[in-house]
């Protein structure tokens, strides 16, 4: 493997890359960015496929090892396997000419990473837009529906590690019944573990489940490549790498962003699984009315009477938990300070401006110095500032729809709304300019 180049040196399927990640900025559900803003976190489908493409060699490199091209025919299909999922394209989309790829190894590897979808070449070829999810096919590594995929990531994971062991000399139905057991053996682990019911309390078969789970992870991870980001940020490397099975390392020397990588890749790893309380417990831990509400499907009933609760994700459960929690203690301290409209609506967020006032002498109203009014301006869903006048007393209802307001601030100077007289710029300033007493 030494004097043999990697992917990500000799190829990658770029313009694919780029539509997935143009699409990963405007998902919000379920995506790392929601968690906390970082502002120069890497897109997602970018990570996974650069992360991917540095791990695995070239197949047509001369020195590529046999067993990963062996591993490459069989996740991914050969030539002349017509109607599979990873065939090269027929004609390649953005070019021109007629531009058939050849079906080989490494192009296999392309559009296993990303693939353009059917859908997406007819709509192209028909000068029809496709929506973002459904530019690329169902079976590309990189698109955002396919992150917990285990089908499609394993066959990555699959692929790395062909990879980094083919130095055994093993071959590649050997690695790969390998992969397995080692894989399996987390499962198994796990599924031990997860079934203790009361697995928060450390007794001596909790104990010796978490060491069988620990080794069994660490078993895993030795066979498989470290990734380091020392400038890791957000996390979106880390993150990628963890998701293709690697030890994965991030590093940052900015306090928010290390808190930000272990909330993203660390916690939902470790805490992020199921757990079972006994009714016993869990009123111990969350109390009477947390069990009252829970649903019963998650409960576990004995002759009739329910005994304990099965709880699918302990971290996102308690993360709710205590959300509420901090929210119903802080509401009842300062709750008095943020009074409901007579709908019963708490404001969340407040709009804040400076205000000018207007240098018309006969008029001096304040003016709030908004750019625009709308609150949300999205193609699907328009909410604006509605300004109405109260003698010379600027007041706003929030209306719905295409705002049909001038903007008050006009060449950076300022429209008044009450009387229609123009302050400068020159104006405005002076009177934000603190005026010291001597
Ligand atoms: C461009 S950002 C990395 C973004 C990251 N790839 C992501 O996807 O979120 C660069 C990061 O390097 C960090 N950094 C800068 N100097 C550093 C240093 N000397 N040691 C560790 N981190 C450093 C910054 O705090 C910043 O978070």
């Known amino acids: ?33 929601t968690l ?4 120069a976190r890497r897109p997602l489908p970018v990570c996974r496929a650069v992360v991917f493409a540095s791990l695995v060699p070239d197949p047509l490199d001369e020195n590529c090892p046999q067993a990963f091209r062996d591993a490459v025919e069989i996740l991914l299909g050969k030539a002349n396997n017509v109607g599979d999922p990873y065939k090269p394209y027929d004609d390649i989309p953005y070019t021109a000419a007629i531009d058939k790829m050849e079906d080989n190894h490494r ?32 079976t590309s590594l990189i698109k955002w529906d396919n992150k917990n995929n285990e089908k499609i990531i394993n066959k990555a994971r699959k692929l790395i590690w062909v990879a980094y062991n083919s130095s055994t000399g093993l071959d590649t139905k050997t690695l790969l019944h390998q992969f397995e057991k080692y894989y399996q053996s987390i499962k198994d682990a796990e599924n031990a573990l997860h079934e203790t019911p009361d697995r928060h309390i450390k007794t001596d078969e909790v104990i010796l489940k978490e060491k069988v789970l620990d080794n069994s992870i660490n078993e895993f991870l030795d066979k498989m490549p470290k990734v380091f980001d020392p400038f890791a940020g957000g996390g979106a490397i880390p993150l990628e790498a963890a998701r293709l099975g690697c030890r994965s390392y991030g590093n940052d020397i900015n306090p928010v962003a290390h808190i930000i990588q272990k909330c993203s890749v660390e916690f939902p790893q470790k805490f992020g699984k199921p757990i079972t309380y006994s009714k016993i417990e869990f009123l111990k831990l969350f109390g009477q009315d947390e069990w009252n509400k829970v649903k019963n499907e998650n409960l576990v009933f004995e002759n009739g009477i329910a005994v304990s609760i099965n709880i699918t994700n302990r971290l996102s459960f308690e993360v709710g938990y205590f959300a509420k929690k901090l929210l119903t203690e802080t ?7 943020y009074p409901a409209n007579e709908r019963g609506n708490k404001p969340i967020a407040y709009y804040w401006a400076y ?4 240098t018309n002498p006969s008029c001096h109203a304040e003016i709030p ?3 625009q009014f709308y609150l949300c301006n999205k193609p699907d869903k ?12 600027i007041l706003f209802e929030i209306k719905e729809g295409i705002c049909p307001i001038d903007n008050w601030i006009k060449r950076k100077n300022l429209k008044c709304p009450v009387c229609g007289n123009i302050t400068s710029i020159d104006d405005l300033k002076w009177q934000f300019i603190i005026k010291l007493p001597f």
Not at 36 to 39: E, I, P, T
Not at 331 to 337: H, L, S, T, V
Request: a positive charge; glycine letters at 6%.
């Open 1 to 33: 493997m030494q004097n043999c180049k990697k992917l990500i040196e000799v190829a990658m399927p770029i313009k694919e890359i780029s539509a997935e990640s143009v699409r990963d900025k405007s998902i919000r559900h379920g995506h790392i960015s």
């Open 36 to 39: 906390h803003l970082w502002w």
């Open 107 to 138: 192009n296999r590897l392309l559009m296993f990473i990303g693939k353009f979808s059917e859908r997406f070449i007819l709509n192209e070829k028909l000068g029809k837009k496709t929506k973002s999810k459904f530019l690329l096919s169902d």
């Open 331 to 337: 509401e009842n301290e300062i709750g008095q300070f």
């Open 355 to 358: 205000i000018g006032q207007c």
């Open 369 to 371: 110095l908004l750019r």
């Open 382 to 393: 328009k909410v604006y500032l509605s300004p109405f006048l109260n003698n010379k007393e």
